[in-house]
């Protein structure tokens, strides 16, 4: 079974930045297309980004799309989410894992706070 670690997030001010880490077990990492996720406190868990497993095709939800972008680096079976021009409706606990069903157990994310 896959671990999914994930780390980076904090307290930041709207327009800030962060990059979360996301560190997975298992060989097969390379051949999964991995995306990150979040959950608001109170609200079901969204998809935020994607990136294929090679790392050449990403997408993004709308709300995102132009201030966050999805990375990876397959030898270090990790993926990274760099956050820009971050806003209040940000916050949220983050959480990477496969694209595809079934997914992985998920890990304990990583809280990402945007407050003045």
């Known amino acids: 079974q896959v671990q999914l670690v994930e780390s980076g997030g904090g307290l930041v ?12 077990s298992g060989s097969i990492f390379s051949i999964t297309g991995m995306g990150w996720y ?5 609200k079901s868990r969204e998809w935020v980004a994607g990136i294929e497993g090679s790392g050449g095709s990403t997408n993004y939800a709308d709300f ?14 990790a993926v990274y989410l760099q956050m820009d021009s971050l806003k ?7 959480y990477c894992n496969r694209l595809l069903n ?6 304990q994310g990583t809280q990402v706070t945007v407050s003045p």
């Open 13 to 24: 001010q709207p327009g800030g930045s962060l990059r979360l880490s996301c560190a997975a």
């Open 88 to 94: 209040p409706e940000d916050t949220a606990v983050y």
């Open 38 to 42: 979040r959950q608001a406190a109170g």
């Open 102 to 107: 079934p997914q992985w157990s998920w890990g």
């Open 64 to 77: 995102v799309e132009g201030r966050f972008t999805i990375s990876r680096d397959n030898a270090k079976n």
